[in-house]
């Protein structure tokens, strides 16, 4: 069989001993054991899972107890299994002597502290059975007052001299306190996954959608729990708290979208599970059939303000009320709004008016908490330092609350140049910003959700804290640990992995990341190094290119100079910018085909919003030399608008605008016009098309602009000169006549009485 190192750990860590805790040794008082995921076993190595080291800290006065299970493999049953406990001959005392004990195969160098028989003593193939072993610690005692310990353990066949499974892991020893502990913090952040479910226009979809994002359960949720009541700071995405299902939809008044919805092609979500999504604004029809005729609370929003001081409006809901309760007390950050990526703007525009923007609605989170949460601590997602970063970063901040950022989160080896020590996480640039340096493998050991189980990172994780202690044991020195983006635990994992790995350990001191901005004692920030070679990007590449900011900061401005003129300003500006605010985050780095396509919406959904104030083009007939012209303006938006202006533009010399017209008022309501008047002067007959469209009181164009087709034909002052003559000599001609004949036509007609009788005569005979 082949005799290759398997590592599998399953179940969740157990960290406490069977036996009441003992409180003047460090590791005891540390969490039941949890129940795990089942092995899978393999073909032709048996798998050797640990599930419990307890105590976590060893000091020789009594016995660790080691236990797990054994996977026999499927191809036959294990006979007589041993399993060993072997100690490596290699003492570790530098960092990297723990990664080649932890990748080592085979069988270990070392000698054997204990050993123990596996029951039954046939294991059927493909059957898992539990073991435990308890090791009296002065087996693997040292003269040291503290040391990390290279274990593997090791199962053998009866007979056999070379092991079919083996699993290597590290304890940690520590008997007397001879070194200054070393200050630790954690940060982790809170964001959205890249899911455009979360902007559906399908109300059933993106409430979903939002519930798998930060209910109870998700990711979010996750976090919060795990890092309950530990020395965790959590970095905030505002938009998690300040969104929600309520929020995002694009829905101007009265359920009308102004643009029938973009469907997005499926796609992969973060889970792997498929990402159909409409994103966009929901239409009339999709909210109609979508909205309970009696909708329960769970689906109501409420009428409060989403933000108390009224920074960020909005409407509060049931997911975000549950996880703003379980932050409040809390050690918290705020990062931008939407988690916008700082990374990449600073690198492109610094200066980039959206992003500030971002950066400035930091305080949101403190306003929709209660609490005052501080937004100054910059955490660009690549954690990379390169020339200029900090003077990039203030820029981003100069327009903040704080007018400046605090620190900036970055990567410790992009700041340190080679040396056989771990630096403090107490740095500082060359210009004064201070820096935050996390180190990148203590960071890559927190536990996850995928994990079988969080032992061996546990374990690993004392081991590592405790050889980087003992390169500068009586120096004062701090360490930070961070979660990338995306970080998705096990709730019950984290918990019991920071409890194992603060709780009662003499080595560490844990403190708020805040802390970390100033000195502390002898901690002093060190100056920024320029490493030999800059490390790798801790996130994917940007999606935000030089275009895509200057587009968004196009379409920003479009959007606040339409909200100007919008009699309810904040919910138009709510309803279309959030969606264009979304397209600055992080997130989308990590799938980047989502950003296009919720680009592709909001694009469009930004043009047909801003073009649904327009002037309706029509022929005009102008047949004056002064009059007016009346120009009709259509409101398709949904929102009434007033101060806005229209401003008209002859195309052809022969029309001239005498004044523009005042400030323009339209009703809300589907077809709401408003005909406004506009004085001109006809100086010639011809064509004479005129350029109209609408600006706001700053002058700013907005809406959709018309080219209006006029026929001049101007009757001026001659006309009726020469109307008035004509009609002048015709009245003449007729007095002259009469005066030269002298009588009327009526005077040859005679004696009328006798014309008459004779008539009557006439008739009377025809009777007869």
């Known amino acids: 069989m082949a005799l290759t190192t398997l590592l599998v750990l399953t179940g969740h860590p157990a960290l406490a001993s069977a036996s009441e805790p003992d409180p003047a040794r460090p590791g005891r008082d540390d969490p039941a054991p949890v129940q795990g995921p089942l092995v899978t076993p393999d073909d032709d190595r048996a798998i050797l899972t640990l599930t419990e080291v307890s105590p976590t800290v060893l000091d020789g006065r009594g016995e660790t107890r080691i236990t797990g299970s054994l996977t026999a493999p499927t191809s036959g049953p294990l006979v007589g299994a041993r399993i060993e406990v072997v100690l490596g001959s ?6 990297g002597d723990i990664d080649r004990w932890a990748k080592g195969t085979g069988k270990a160098t070392g000698r054997v502290v204990v050993e123990t028989d596996a029951e039954p003593s046939e294991v059927p193939a493909g059957q898992t059975v539990p073991f435990s072993i308890d090791l009296e610690e002065w087996r693997v005692g040292t003269d040291a007052a503290f040391a990390a310990l290279p274990i593997a353990l090791e199962v053998y066949e009866r007979g056999a001299s ?7 892991t590290f304890l940690s020893w520590n008997s007397r306190v001879e070194f200054v502990p070393l200050q630790i913090a954690l940060a982790v952040p809170v964001t959205l996954q890249p899911d455009l479910k979360l902007f559906s226009n399908d109300e059933k979809v993106r409430r979903q959608a939002w519930t798998n994002a930060i209910g109870p359960g998700s990711r979010v949720d996750r976090i919060v729990e795990g890092t309950s009541g530990s020395h965790a700071t959590l970095a905030i995405d505002p938009s998690v708290l300040v969104a929600g299902p309520d929020e995002l939809t694009g829905t101007p008044p009265g359920g009308t979208s102004t643009t029938p919805p973009t469907t997005a092609p499926p796609t992969e979500g973060p889970d792997g599970s498929d990402s159909d999504a409409t994103v966009g604004p929901p239409t009339a ?9 009696t909708p329960s609370p769970a689906d109501t929003p409420t009428s409060a303000p989403a933000d108390p001081s009224g920074a960020e409006g909005g409407r509060s809901s049931p997911l975000v009320d549950r996880l703003v309760s379980s932050l409040r007390g809390r050690s918290l950050v705020s990062l931008p709004y939407a988690d916008a990526d700082v990374a990449a703007t600073g690198d492109i525009d610094p200066d980039n008016p959206v992003v500030r923007a971002l950066v400035a609605r930091a305080t949101a989170v403190g306003a929709r908490i209660g609490e005052p949460v501080r937004g100054d601590i910059a955490w660009p997602a690549d954690g990379l330092f390169p020339a ?22 970055v990567d410790q080896r992009a700041i340190t140049a080679p040396s056989p020590y771990t630096p403090t996480a107490r740095r500082v640039s060359a210009n004064g910003t201070r820096l935050l340096g996390y180190d990148r493998r203590l960071s890559a050991l927190l536990p996850k959700r995928s994990d079988p189980s969080p032992t061996l990172s546990t374990q690993r994780f004392l081991a590592e804290t405790l050889v980087l202690l003992g390169e500068l044991p009586g120096i004062e020195r701090s360490v930070l640990v961070a979660a990338p983006r995306g970080y998705d635990p096990d709730p019950d994992a984290l918990s019991a992995f920071l409890r194992a790995t603060t709780d009662s350990i003499a080595w560490l001191d844990p403190v708020d990341l805040d802390a970390l901005l100033t000195d502390d004692g002898g901690d ?22 030089e275009f895509r900011l200057s587009q968004l900061a196009e379409q920003r401005h479009t959007l606040d100079a339409v909200a100007t003129v919008v009699q309810d300003g904040v919910a138009f500006e709510r309803t279309y910018g959030e969606l264009l605010d979304e397209l600055a985050s992080v997130r989308w780095r990590y799938r980047p085909a989502a950003w296009g396509q919720l680009n592709n919406s909001v694009t469009k959904d930004v043009r047909n919003a801003t073009s649904a104030i327009r002037v309706v083009p029509r022929r005009i007939n102008f047949l004056a030399e002064n009059g007016t012209l009346r120009i009709t303006l259509e409101n398709g938006l949904g929102y009434a608008v007033d101060d806005l202006r229209l401003v008209v533009t002859p195309l052809n010399p022969r029309l001239q605008i005498v004044e523009q017209p005042g400030p323009v008022s339209i009703s809300a309501g589907p077809g709401a016009r408003s005909n406004v008047s506009v004085p001109v002067h006809a100086v010639a007959a011809g064509r004479a098309d005129i350029l109209a469209y609408l600006t706001t009181a700053d002058g700013t164009r907005i809406g959709s602009e018309a080219r209006i087709p006029v026929s001049a034909n101007p009757l001026d002052s001659t006309f009726y000169w020469i109307g008035g003559v004509l009609a002048g000599l015709v009245l003449l001609a007729g007095v002259i006549r ?7 036509r009526i005077d040859d007609i005679g004696d009328l009485d006798a014309i008459a009788e004779r008539d009557e005569a006439a008739l009377g005979r025809i009777r007869d």
């Open 388 to 409: 200029g970063r900090d003077d990039d970063v203030q820029s981003l901040w100069s327009t903040s609350a704080t007018k400046q950022a605090a620190g900036i989160i």
């Open 285 to 293: 029809a999709t909210t109609a059939a979508t909205t309970p005729a």
């Open 738 to 744: 009469t005066v030269l004949k002298g009588t009327s």
């Open 524 to 545: 002093q920030a060190r100056v920024a190094e320029q490493p030999a070679k800059p490390p790798g990007s801790a996130a994917p590449k940007p999606t935000l290119s």
């Open 162 to 168: 070379t092991p079919i499974g083996t699993t290597r």
């Open 90 to 95: 290699r003492s570790l005392t530098v960092r």
